[in-house]
């Protein structure tokens, strides 16, 4: 792997906007001065605890502690490595990163898997757009599908870079051999099969598609990662998967069917207040709704809803209106979906036409347009109204018993919402659709609630559950704001003229650099590189920092407005404090066996009478810092 100059990482911190790196993850909206919030990636929260400062250059979360800088953020949402997130800004800021040695750049050996894959299914992409605008026989047959028997406007179609692939695949294998993508690329990115022990060459590139529609699958930020290919009259006989009228990629390093939502990285900006996520089943009724004009249509890829995509959702939007069928297997995945979609803080409803029987998206779209959506809206149910329609089609003519059964269905569902508030106005709405007393619907679901307790305390804790003692108590040490290191630390990095005259004051013994100490640990080596003078600037720390613990501490610190109007002033306490913990506990063992005449000791009475005379004068003695300034 080749080594980035730090010339160039400098270059690329000062060039690159954070705040542009984490709009592309985060809704980000204005916090007073130059600040930006929003909810956390890295962790579910309902209330916006993200901060990002684009002047400083730097994130820092108040609810999970999460902190650092734009390439920090790339590493942490996109799973790369140091390298990797370095090579990721740069080629999208239009940012030249340059390597040591003079080697210009990464092998095609050396290049990140992960980057290949997301190249390699760009240039699929395009190519396979190209053969749907072809005019050849696949492509006026791909159109004519598109234009005339799913009435799509061709102008999609080039929006969203539909594509085709010929009953051979199209030739895709030869234009990526000719682009000279990798041996391991190729067999990993999904779009072939190939055989474990066959050598690359054109004839060992089976296509996975042939005689298909090809639709990209984007994640969140745009990036083409896989497609969903639908099965078209030329689908050829000898197709593995020829009966399936839809066949999604595989998953790859950059593909997880679970982790995205299709059309999210569009829908994304389109959301907000009286415009909620439309959660729709397929993608082609996602881009029916987007061809209409409803631009914040999403879709599952061809799987149940995961709990990860609506803590993603959460992100963006708290609302959510969803498209579900109306018969008992939509009724079904309605109930699954709830219950996560509370956990994840989402608000929903359910969007029913009047006096239809099962609701098509696409057909109603197609037919009616944007107005469709209007009137489904106006007849949409409550999630608490569609769980216990759901549960209980016809309380009216139900019994007792089929009452009771469907309530503790609901009440399952109500469970699983965080808030108190939410959760007694849950129980209210959902008496009244069960036709239930309200005050007894009250009563039943505290009992549903003790008994899930009594169940839960009666499970063995797992192994995994919580952290490991050495890891809970590093985070707690790296988290405490109270040690002196830490305050020393800060002035070091907030007021760079105190380091060298800190450095020359400090004794090393008197710095607690044990392990789970971060703070201690760096105040000790920034201290080193200040009285040498090799202190590299706040800006340009990242070879001095060894651990991710330590790039958040430093973060999070640089982050902070430290609020000090005498920094000189707090140092000189911060060593005062420092000397008396490592001077004051020698001084009361001392003190404890003079006072003990008849206990063992280390040394005779007047060496340890000499040396409490010297700690105490040290004690004394006025802490002296010179600052030049």
């Not at 390699?120 to 992409?125: G, W």
């Amino acid at each position: 792997m080749p080594v980035i100059k730090p010339a160039s990482v400098r270059d690329l911190k000062l060039r690159v906007n954070l705040a542009e790196v984490v709009t592309r993850v985060v809704t980000l909206r204005k916090a007073g001065g130059a600040r930006l919030k929003g909810l956390c990636p890295f962790h579910n929260e309902k209330t916006p605890s993200f901060n990002v400062d684009p002047d400083k250059g730097f994130y820092k979360c108040f609810g999970c502690g999460k902190a650092g800088d734009a390439i920090t953020f790339v590493r942490e949402t996109e799973q790369l490595n140091f390298t990797e997130a370095v090579e990721a800004l740069g080629k999208r800021f239009g940012i030249v990163i340059e390597y040591e040695e003079g080697s210009g750049g990464p092998s095609r050996e050396e290049r990140s898997l992960r980057q290949e894959i997301f190249d390699l299914h760009d240039v699929a992409a395009e190519h396979y757009f190209q053969a749907f605008m072809a005019q050849d026989a696949t492509g006026g047959f791909m159109r004519a599908l598109w234009t005339e028997q799913r009435r799509f406007p061709l102008e999609l179609a080039g929006e969203f870079k539909i594509g085709a692939a010929d009953e051979t695949g199209s030739g895709l294998g030869g234009v990526l051999l000719r682009r000279k993508f990798s041996e391991e690329a190729l067999r990993r990115c999904g779009l072939f099969f190939i055989y474990d022990d066959a050598q690359i060459t054109l004839g060992a590139l089976r296509p996975r598609f042939r005689g298909r529609l090809m639709i990209p699958i984007r994640d969140h930020q745009g990036r083409v990662v896989a497609f969903t290919a639908r099965q078209t009259a030329r689908t050829p006989e000898d197709d593995p998967a020829k009966d399936a009228k839809y066949v999604n990629s595989p998953e790859t390093p950059i593909f997880t069917k679970g982790n995205l939502l299709f059309n999210l990285d569009r829908a994304r900006t389109e959301v907000g207040e009286g415009r909620p996520f439309v959660l729709v089943e397929g993608q082609l009724d996602a881009l029916r709704c987007w061809s209409v004009g409803l631009k914040t249509a999403i879709a599952p890829q061809g799987t149940s809803i995961t709990e990860g995509q609506l803590v993603l959702l959460r992100r963006y939007h708290a609302q959510v209106e969803c498209f579900f069928d109306s018969d008992s297997a939509g009724q079904k995945a309605a109930l699954r979906f709830l219950p996560m979609a509370l956990r994840a803080g989402l608000e929903v409803r359910f969007l029913t036409l009047a006096g239809a029987e099962k609701l098509d998206p696409d057909l109603l779209f197609l037919e009616r347009g944007l107005a469709g959506y209007d009137d489904v809206r106006r007849t949409a149910q409550s999630a608490m109204a569609f769980a216990c329609r759901a549960a209980l089609p016809d309380p009216h003519q139900a019994s007792p018993e089929l009452k009771s059964r469907a309530a503790q269905v609901v009440y399952e569902v109500i469970a699983a919402a965080e808030s108190q508030v939410a959760r007694a106005a849950f129980v209210a709405e959902s008496a009244g659709h069960l036709r239930l007393s309200a005050l007894a619907a009250e009563k039943d679901f505290q009992a549903f609630l003790a008994r899930l307790q009594r169940q839960a305390s009666a499970r063995p804790a797992r192994p995994d559950e919580g952290p490991a003692p050495a890891e809970a108590t590093r985070a707690a040490q790296t988290a405490n704001p109270n040690t002196p290191e830490h305050h020393l630390l800060l002035l070091c990095l907030h007021f760079e003229k105190l380091g060298n005259p800190l450095s020359h004051a400090i004794q090393p013994e008197w710095i607690d650099t044990s392990e789970g100490h971060t703070a201690g640990r760096l105040l000790n080596r920034f201290l080193a590189e200040f009285e040498h003078d090799t202190w590299p600037g706040r800006d340009h720390l990242d070879h001095l920092l060894e651990t991710p613990e330590e790039r958040a501490i430093v973060a999070t610190l640089l982050f902070e407005n430290p609020g000090i109007d005498e920094p000189v002033k707090v140092a000189r306490e911060g060593l005062r404090q420092l000397r008396a913990r490592a001077l004051e506990p020698r001084l009361h063992q001392i003190e404890l066996a003079l006072a003990n005449p008849h206990a063992e000791i280390e040394s005779d009475p007047i060496s340890l009478l000499k040396e409490r005379s010297e700690l105490q004068r040290m004690l004394r003695k006025p802490v002296i810092l010179t600052v030049v300034v």
